[in-house]
């Protein structure tokens, strides 16, 4: 019995060794990516085009809400005077 509880002791302390290591080993990798995306250098070109392609796509949503809207307002005024 007290030998079962230890090789099941050691299995967990084991496991969490190992684990430890494996998540040291990613934040070291994750760390060296980081620092390899710093040096490369940032275009203010890039960025200001990334930003015009996100605010188009707001835009078109909201258009898209605004249109939708309306038309419901339409078709509701129209049902309502035909009644």
């Known amino acids: 019995m007290y030998l079962n ?3 099941q002791t050691k ?3 084991n ?3 190992f684990t ?3 998540t040291d080993r990613l934040e070291t990798q994750s760390h060296l990516k980081d ?3 710093v040096k490369q250098p940032v275009d ?3 960025l200001k085009s990334r930003l015009r392609e996100k605010e188009n796509i707001i835009l078109k949503k909201n258009i898209f ?3 939708s809207c309306l ?6 005024g129209i049902s309502v005077t035909y009644l």
Request: charged share 15%; no cysteine.
């Open 15 to 17: 496991k969490s060794s």
């Open 65 to 67: 809400i605004l249109v």
């Open 5 to 7: 509880t230890l090789m």
């Open 44 to 46: 203010i070109n890039v």
């Open 20 to 22: 430890e290591i494996q």
């Open 71 to 76: 038309t419901l307002i339409i078709i509701a």
């Open 35 to 37: 620092l390899n995306k």
């Open 11 to 13: 299995d967990i302390s």
